[in-house]
Protein backbone atom coordinates (compact mmCIF):
# COMPACT_ATOMS: atom_id res chain seq x y z
CA UNK A 1 0.00 0.00 0.00
CA UNK A 2 1.26 3.47 -0.50
CA UNK A 3 1.28 6.20 1.63
CA UNK A 4 -1.51 9.33 1.23
CA UNK A 5 0.17 13.12 0.75
CA UNK A 6 -1.70 15.57 3.06
CA UNK A 7 -3.77 17.07 0.79
CA UNK A 8 -1.44 20.93 2.07
CA UNK A 9 1.48 18.86 1.32
CA UNK A 10 0.65 17.90 -1.95
CA UNK A 11 -0.59 21.95 -2.79
CA UNK A 12 2.50 23.26 -1.53
CA UNK A 13 4.29 20.07 -3.60
CA UNK A 14 2.26 21.30 -6.51
CA UNK A 15 3.05 25.13 -5.92
CA UNK A 16 6.66 24.78 -5.93
CA UNK A 17 6.82 22.50 -8.85
CA UNK A 18 4.54 24.93 -11.11
CA UNK A 19 7.21 27.73 -9.88
CA UNK A 20 9.90 26.43 -10.93
CA UNK A 21 8.75 26.17 -14.74
CA UNK A 22 7.78 30.04 -14.20
CA UNK A 23 3.89 29.26 -13.96
CA UNK A 24 1.71 31.40 -12.32
CA UNK A 25 -0.83 29.35 -9.43
CA UNK A 26 -2.56 30.88 -6.30
CA UNK A 27 -4.23 29.05 -3.62
CA UNK A 28 -7.63 30.53 -4.10
CA UNK A 29 -9.49 28.57 -1.18
CA UNK A 30 -7.62 26.58 1.34
CA UNK A 31 -9.37 23.45 2.44
CA UNK A 32 -8.33 20.58 5.41
CA UNK A 33 -4.96 20.67 5.65
CA UNK A 34 -5.16 16.84 5.87
CA UNK A 35 -7.71 15.19 3.79
CA UNK A 36 -9.14 18.15 1.82
CA UNK A 37 -9.55 17.24 -2.18
CA UNK A 38 -7.92 19.55 -5.01
CA UNK A 39 -9.34 21.16 -7.39
CA UNK A 40 -7.17 23.16 -9.97
CA UNK A 41 -8.74 26.00 -11.95
CA UNK A 42 -6.53 26.39 -15.06
CA UNK A 43 -7.06 30.02 -16.55
CA UNK A 44 -5.81 30.55 -19.72
CA UNK A 45 -6.38 34.41 -19.45
CA UNK A 46 -8.53 35.01 -22.78
CA UNK A 47 -11.48 34.42 -20.68
CA UNK A 48 -11.54 30.92 -20.35
CA UNK A 49 -10.84 28.30 -17.96
CA UNK A 50 -10.76 24.35 -17.40
CA UNK A 51 -11.11 22.85 -13.68
CA UNK A 52 -9.76 19.57 -13.20
CA UNK A 53 -10.35 17.01 -10.31
CA UNK A 54 -8.48 13.93 -9.05
CA UNK A 55 -10.97 10.94 -9.76
CA UNK A 56 -10.22 6.75 -9.36
CA UNK A 57 -10.51 4.79 -12.71
CA UNK A 58 -12.22 1.78 -11.28
CA UNK A 59 -11.01 -0.36 -13.77
CA UNK A 60 -7.40 0.13 -12.57
CA UNK A 61 -7.58 1.57 -9.13
CA UNK A 62 -5.17 4.58 -10.60
CA UNK A 63 -6.09 8.29 -9.78
CA UNK A 64 -5.87 10.32 -12.58
CA UNK A 65 -7.00 14.18 -13.40
CA UNK A 66 -10.31 14.29 -14.81
CA UNK A 67 -12.31 17.66 -16.43
CA UNK A 68 -15.10 18.58 -13.75
CA UNK A 69 -15.90 21.75 -16.17
CA UNK A 70 -14.37 23.99 -19.19
CA UNK A 71 -15.34 26.80 -21.06
CA UNK A 72 -16.02 30.09 -20.40
CA UNK A 73 -14.04 31.14 -17.01
CA UNK A 74 -17.45 32.12 -15.16
CA UNK A 75 -19.51 28.93 -15.93
CA UNK A 76 -16.05 27.54 -14.50
CA UNK A 77 -16.21 29.36 -11.61
CA UNK A 78 -20.01 28.72 -11.18
CA UNK A 79 -19.34 25.19 -11.38
CA UNK A 80 -16.02 25.60 -9.08
CA UNK A 81 -18.26 27.26 -6.50
CA UNK A 82 -21.38 24.52 -6.84
CA UNK A 83 -18.50 21.65 -5.73
CA UNK A 84 -17.60 23.90 -2.91
CA UNK A 85 -20.91 23.97 -2.03
CA UNK A 86 -20.73 20.10 -1.82
CA UNK A 87 -17.34 20.07 -0.14
CA UNK A 88 -16.39 22.89 2.57
CA UNK A 89 -13.02 20.84 2.81
CA UNK A 90 -12.29 21.44 -0.64
CA UNK A 91 -8.88 23.54 -1.87
CA UNK A 92 -8.77 25.52 -4.86
CA UNK A 93 -5.52 26.22 -6.95
CA UNK A 94 -5.73 28.73 -9.84
CA UNK A 95 -3.31 28.20 -12.16
CA UNK A 96 -2.45 30.98 -15.41
CA UNK A 97 -1.02 30.11 -18.29
CA UNK A 98 -2.19 31.12 -21.67
CA UNK A 99 -0.48 28.65 -22.79
CA UNK A 100 -2.04 26.29 -21.11
CA UNK A 101 0.25 24.25 -19.17
CA UNK A 102 -0.46 23.01 -15.58
CA UNK A 103 1.63 19.99 -15.37
CA UNK A 104 -1.04 17.38 -13.83
CA UNK A 105 0.25 14.70 -16.48
CA UNK A 106 3.41 14.99 -14.82
CA UNK A 107 4.57 11.79 -13.20
CA UNK A 108 3.92 11.87 -9.09
CA UNK A 109 0.89 14.41 -9.58
CA UNK A 110 -1.83 12.14 -9.66
CA UNK A 111 -0.46 10.45 -6.35
Known sequence: MTARL???FWVHAYLARLGQAGIAAYVIRRGDATAGAVLVKLATLDGRARAFQRSFDLSTGE?????????EEADVDT??????????DLWVIEVEDREGRHLLDE???SD
Open 107 to 109: PGL
Open 6 to 8: TAD
Open 63 to 71: RAWVVLAEG
Open 79 to 88: AIARQRGFDP
